[in-house]
């Protein structure tokens, strides 16, 4: 079977041997190279350390230029890919361990200490530092390759957790080649070729698929980065002439906050999608000036990262639309009867197409619920205007329900948001004792911006019972999952007696 990653690698190493194919703090790998190191390494991994098809194998590490090589060589040896967070703790690991049934893990330098304190919990794992990679960097010319069928598992993700425990969502070959076809058959779609800038984690979703992955199968260039330095992002994008970039608000905040992006030469830029939180207009209309529309997006682990996004003619009319659908993915809003919703009125986002889950790892009772009816439901909250655009509302496990009524956190955060002086902003359910739940904001702020400021503008634009109840003010950053995301579940702990240490402000 040669529909998969590693066969794409291999033509595009033979057919375009010079072609850049990777790019780490400046140094390039081209795709001969890459073709050789990672059928080396594939078949160290197989006769070496004996990974056998299906054998699920996790890499443990942040960017570099060693992860992608690792990633693609797991692929190629038949080995099932599993990224593990490297920002995670043992115990935190060992469930992912289990879940998975890790057999082999391959670690970056400074990180064998966690995987052994992670094998000591549990069941034991073979650990495979990268200095056995590196080593295999130069060698003779190798092809090795195991191919597995279209409809076995490749890779395992498991979800971030944002809004509950994180899920084994299972990726197959079929899955992730129709996700590629699908984002290269329409003009804001990515191309044979193209260059992309990530400065997103490898080891998620958007970093794996949309950014390594997707790369591969299309002889692009991947350009990764530590981390966001907005500054070099600017410059990275103008000297790569980068062709497409995508990330959660924040990434486009920051690079347009950059000094170097009033002068920067954009034109190269064809696809920039973000997602992950509201999008204020301001930052479409800076990306606009600069000849860049920002494409939002609505999308899961379970769907490929992105079901549907805005098409560039409608970026800036619709600014809080998501599109209607892919070209093959259907994206509806279904109310609680598992039947479409009328236009305007909210349900829960459901999707179906090529680039959806099979299912969850090891995991059928999960599989059959998501995946009821030929949909799979997102658990979040959406609506739809008359032709089908489609606008995401909020979490369902987010719902504030006070007195019976639901409060939305978006609706909140947005409101507060436009409050000058305000940075980030997160809003929690807290106990009361009189509606069940009522509205806790936890706000970052700059400048002389108090909890009085934010429950006066918050009184002037909601209805009185989503004003929140309390507030906390704080200058410390919100804390964020590796993909950029605020994490709420985080913040949820950190608050849970919200309404115990702090007064109302209301």
């Known amino acids: 079977m040669t529909e998969s990653i590693g066969a794409a690698l291999d033509w595009w190493g033979r057919t375009k041997p010079e072609a850049v194919s990777l790019v780490f703090n400046d140094s390039e790998i081209t795709y ?83 995987a052994e304190a992670t094998a000591a919990m549990g069941a034991g794992f073979t650990i495979v530092p990268y200095a056995d990679l590196v080593e295999l960097r130069e060698g003779e010319p190798d092809s090795f390759r195991v191919d597995v069928e279209a409809d076995e598992p490749t890779t ?25 076809l699908e984002n290269t058959l329409t003009e804001e779609g990515f191309r044979p070729g193209t260059t992309t800038l990530l400065v997103l984690p490898l080891a998620f979703t958007p970093g794996l698929v949309y950014g390594l992955l997707i790369t591969t199968v299309l002889g692009g260039t991947l350009v990764v980065e530590p981390e966001l330095v907005p500054s070099r992002a ?45 999008v204020p207009t301001d930052l479409l209309q800076r990306w606009a000036d600069k000849g860049v529309l920002l494409r939002q997006i609505y999308g899961m682990t379970e769907a490929g990262g992105v079901a549907t996004a805005t098409i560039a003619s409608e970026a800036m009319a619709y600014p809080d639309r998501c599109g209607t659908g892919s070209i093959f993915t259907e994206v509806k809003v279904f ?24 299912g969850y790892w090891n995991d059928p009772e999960t599989t059959a619920q998501a995946l009821r009816g030929g949909w799979l439901h997102s658990g979040d909250l959406g609506e739809a205007d008359a032709d089908g655009r489609v606008k995401f509302v909020d979490r369902l496990k987010d719902l504030i329900i006070s007195g019976g009524i639901n409060i939305s956190p978006v609706e909140l955060e947005i409101a507060i948001g436009a409050v000058d002086g305000v940075v980030e902003v997160a809003v929690i359910a807290a106990a009361d004792d009189r509606f069940g739940e009522t509205p806790a904001a936890i706000v970052t702020v700059k400048g002389d ?58």
């Open 32 to 114: 001969g190279e890459l073709r050789n190191w990672t059928g080396r390494a594939a078949r160290h991994l197989v006769e070496t350390v004996k990974v056998a098809p299906g054998d699920r194998v996790g890499l443990l590490g942040p960017n570099s230029i060693e992860w992608p090589v690792g990633a693609l060589s797991i692929l190629k040896s038949g080995g099932v890919l599993v990224p593990l967070n490297s920002r995670y703790q043992p115990a935190e690991l060992r469930k992912i361990a289990d879940e998975a049934g890790l057999s082999v893990v391959v670690v970056a330098p400074g990180f064998e200490g966690l």
């Open 156 to 180: 395992i993700l498991f979800t971030s957790g944002s809004t509950g425990l994180s899920k084994g969502v299972v990726l197959t070959n079929r899955t992730l080649l129709a996700i590629v």
């Open 234 to 278: 600017v410059t990275l994008l103008e000297k790569h002439a980068v062709e497409a970039i995508f990330g959660v608000p924040l990434i486009f905040e920051a690079i347009s906050r950059a000094p170097e992006f009033a002068d920067a030469d954009l034109t190269s830029l064809k696809t920039a999608i973000v997602g992950g939180a509201a």
């Open 335 to 358: 109310d609680s009867d598992d039947r479409p919703a009328a236009p305007g009125e909210t349900g829960e986002l459901v999707v179906r197409g090529p680039g959806v889950t099979p």
């Open 449 to 506: 911006v108090d909890a009085e400021t934010i429950v006066e503008h918050c009184s002037t634009v909601l209805a009185d019972f989503k004003v929140p109840r309390y507030v906390v003010v704080t200058r410390d950053p919100l804390p964020r999952l590796p993909s950029g995301k605020i994490a709420k579940t985080a913040i949820r702990d950190a608050y849970q007696d919200v309404h115990v240490r702090f007064e109302k402000v209301r």
